[in-house]
């Protein structure tokens, strides 16, 4: 039996409901082998984010490097890029290694509020890695950054949709978890929509980003 | 039901092989809540270190503290501390927060051979950590440096045991795997030995730290 691989390229949430903490667990729980290339460390819990540290560029690709070289990727998931210098060595990377398939997650802030992105490093994010994504996932708010457009009805996610994937994603999930009313998230192909509803959840602690 | 939560303050091994990752897996398999302080990150795979970045020790404590103030831990794990300074404000933490139980994994160097924690720092690991432990879980090269002497074989990890258990580990288990023959763990209770005997596994591509 072969054991899929796949590469976390994300931040660290210390408190484990997010970065890679959350997509190691999420890995596990699909029998995934999970690797990972850490962009920035986070001291967070429920209530928020209380300290980042960056990584620098280079060593973030040397992670990637070694994890790729030798142990072998079938899969990459990214999550918080944290800045414009990052974002652009992990679309050489991805280029590089032919990385493939990519689920990007566009992280930008956290679910307590805090800025996970640098506003300036959007239009990178838009520039190198959108049109390297075989699916782009944001939320309400991203899709809103990415498009420049209020995002906050279903028609407007179909909209969002349909140009984030004219700029290169190949499918496009809009995440509808902040909808006012019922959650429903939008999958466009390039081809036809697909809307996901799903109950509301009881409230539960949650955290980390969104 | 609760769902326990442990912490693990250790490195990043981006292999997926060791460190928090392994860590967060192991928990992950065992129903248990993984949170993570990371004291440095390493760019690792199956071949070797080839690169390590130490995080700041103030960023270290930070990320202990906003899990243990907002989410709680009911265990904590240490593995990679890298050196004297990280040493010696994690061992603050676990008295200040009272952080019980604490298992520490005295990592020293990494299976590739790469030194993961810095000659110099061992005598703080065994001044300010070796004290708080609960379990402490040296291999044979670990329990020899702790304690100057050669361990090798079944006798000398016994008195090796009992000189960590004078030192103030409560429990002391020292593992195996490096003997000759079959891999025998050694526990020291503080009254009673008691020896783990397992069959080795067939050779797979193991990595990460010992």
Redesign the interface.
């Known amino acids: 039996m072969t054991i899929p691989r796949a590469l976390t390229i994300a931040g660290?949430d210390?408190?484990?409901g997010a970065g890679?903490?959350a997509d190691?667990?999420t890995f596990?729980?699909f029998g995934v082998?999970?690797?990972?290339?850490?962009t920035a460390?986070t001291?967070?819990?429920?209530?928020g984010v209380?300290?980042v540290?960056e990584?620098?560029p280079a060593?973030v690709a040397?992670?990637i490097?070694?994890?790729v070289?030798?142990?072998g990727v079938d899969a990459v998931k990214t999550g918080m890029l944290a800045n414009a210098a990052i974002i652009e060595i992990v679309a050489a990377k991805v280029k590089e290694h032919s990385l493939q398939p990519l689920v990007l997650d566009p992280v930008m802030i956290a679910k307590s509020g805090a800025p996970l992105l640098k506003p300036e490093a959007v239009d990178a994010l838009k520039t190198h890695l959108l049109p390297l994504a075989t699916v782009l996932t944001p939320n309400l708010h991203e899709a809103s950054a990415l498009t420049g457009r209020d995002v906050t009805d279903l028609e407007q996610m179909r909209d969002a949709a349909r140009a984030l994937h004219d700029w290169g994603a190949q499918n496009v999930v809009i995440k509808g978890g902040h909808l006012a009313g019922a959650a429903v998230d939008v999958l466009f192909d390039g081809e036809d929509f697909t809307e996901f509803r799903s109950e509301r959840l009881p409230n539960p602690a949650t955290h980390g980003t969104g």
Do not use: E, R
């Open positions: 660290s210390s408190g484990g890679i903490q190691l667990k596990a729980a082998f999970g690797m990972t290339a850490l460390l001291a967070q819990n429920t209530t209380y300290g540290v990584i620098a060593f040397q992670q490097d070694v994890v070289t030798d142990i």
